[in-house]
């Protein structure tokens, strides 16, 4: 029974994640789930509000293209439960790397677009005009409620992404990461179109145009980096932190513990980042003998346990360190 148990927990194929993790895990996707049905009520809104202004409709692309990093992450996360079968004998990690590749293609076309279209709005001069509605007798120039429209949906992106910046960073993840990098972005959104409105409204045709223009240079800028980040990570680049800012540490953390061993003259890994765990091919030259299998699965299991993405390890002893598959290491050095 505790194993059928053991199943249920939350996993990612066959590696079995850490309380921290799996707490994290949850947590991620209830917000995810928060974040859309946020988006859900914020799109309608704004729809039934864009009016002829350029950047009402920049910012309501903007919240359109926001429910893709969501939707992906919770599709890859449960594509990634899924156990290593025989034609998948790595897992299904990489789902976490095509969500992300889908999501920030996405991005980088939509930016590319909206900047062409505002670009032509500003260079043609065109005059957007605002109406206004009847309220009780009283006609209220709907660039007001555009403005505040705006401002009341500038705040919760910017709590929803610092609270999944800190989960991403438990989980690895970096779709998680990339929606909350956006998120936390969105208030600059929101104040650029309340601003392109207020700019109608005082006579100055031109800033709408302009904000317009931002908000599509804000949508490419997180197209294009997010693009990079996974079409590198996809082609098996160093493996690196969950917010591509630096190399992952394991590797070193793995090379000094082997390095350490009495048996052990010389070690070096290299890691695959597979999404959110990593797969390790580490090499190690023996002393002046063949370590027995004891020794090498008690290392094995040493260095899985510095972190729970390495689940994924081979050990694999060498009469010289590989230079031809460790870059960095001349071939044939011990």
Not at 247 to 262: A, R, V
Request: negative net charge; contains cysteine; glycine residues 8%.
């Amino acid at each position: 029974m505790s194993d059928q148990r053991a199943d249920t927990r939350p996993r990612f194929g066959h590696t079995q994640l850490p309380p921290e993790q799996q707490a994290a895990l949850r947590k991620a996707i209830r917000f995810e789930w928060i974040t859309i049905g946020f988006l859900a009520v914020s799109t309608a809104m704004i729809y039934l509000l864009l009016g002829n202004s350029q950047a009402m409709k920049a910012a309501w692309v903007e919240d359109v293209l926001s429910f893709l990093p969501p939707l992906s992450f919770l599709i890859a996360a449960r594509v990634i439960r899924k156990r290593p079968s025989e034609e998948h004998p790595y897992g299904f990690h990489r789902a976490v790397g095509a969500a992300h590749l889908v999501a920030s293609v996405a991005l980088l076309i939509m930016g590319a677009y909206l900047i062409v279209d505002s670009g032509i709005g500003l260079i043609s001069a065109e005059h957007p005009t605002i109406g206004g509605f009847d309220f009780f007798g009283q006609t209220i120039w709907l660039g007001w409620v555009m403005i505040v429209a705006m401002l009341l949906t500038a705040g919760p992106p910017v709590y929803l992404g610092h609270v999944k910046m800190k989960l991403a960073e438990t989980l690895h993840d970096k779709v998680l990461y990339a929606d909350a990098d956006m998120n936390k972005a969105d208030w600059q959104t929101a104040v650029a179109a309340a601003a392109g409105v207020a700019g109608i409204g005082i006579g100055w045709w031109w800033a709408d145009a302009v904000a317009a223009l931002i908000i599509s240079a804000s949508i490419l800028h997180d197209g294009i980096r997010n693009t990079r980040a996974a079409i590198t990570a996809l082609m098996d680049k160093r493996a690196r932190t969950y917010d591509d800012a630096h190399p992952h540490p394991l590797g070193e953390q793995i090379d000094s513990y082997l390095g350490s061993l009495p048996w052990v003259e010389a070690a070096k890994s290299r890691i695959r980042d597979e999404g959110h765990v990593f797969h390790v091919e580490s090499f190690v030259v023996p002393v002046d003998r063949m370590p027995t299998l004891d020794e090498l699965e008690t290392a094995r299991k040493a260095c899985i346990r510095l972190d729970w993405k390495a689940q994924d390890m081979v050990l694999i002893p060498v009469s010289t360190l590989p230079g031809e598959f460790l870059p960095g290491v001349p071939s044939g050095r011990n």
